[in-house]
């Protein structure tokens, strides 16, 4: 499993799908919000990836590792975006 997740941290597809995915939601939040677009969106990658490309490992482990994935990669990158802001005022 160690080696599944630490596979899934290193993905470069999953890394830029969730750097789209907080410019998305930065370009649209006065519409939709934060949150719920954000949770929606870590759901959508965690399920997207395990399901086309596979992982050899069963869904559902896959999925709930994905999910550590991306809540990882999610706080790196909105604290990036946070830092960036915090320097651009």
């Known amino acids: 499993m ?8 290193t993905d470069p597809f999953r890394i830029v799908l969730l750097l789209g995915l907080v410019l998305t939601q930065r ?6 919000g934060r949150v719920i677009p954000l949770a929606a969106g870590v759901v ?10 596979g992982s050899g490992v ?6 709930g590792l994905g ?6 990669w999610l ?3 909105l604290g990036g975006f946070a830092l960036w802001d ?4």
């Open 2 to 9: 160690t080696e599944t997740l630490i596979a899934m941290l």
């Open 27 to 32: 370009n649209t939040a006065a519409a939709t």
């Open 44 to 53: 959508f990658v965690a399920a997207l990836i395990p399901l086309t490309i």
């Open 58 to 63: 069963a869904f559902w482990p896959a999925f």
């Open 67 to 72: 999910l550590v994935a991306n809540l990882v």
């Open 75 to 77: 706080a790196v990158i």
């Open 86 to 89: 915090r320097r651009a005022r």
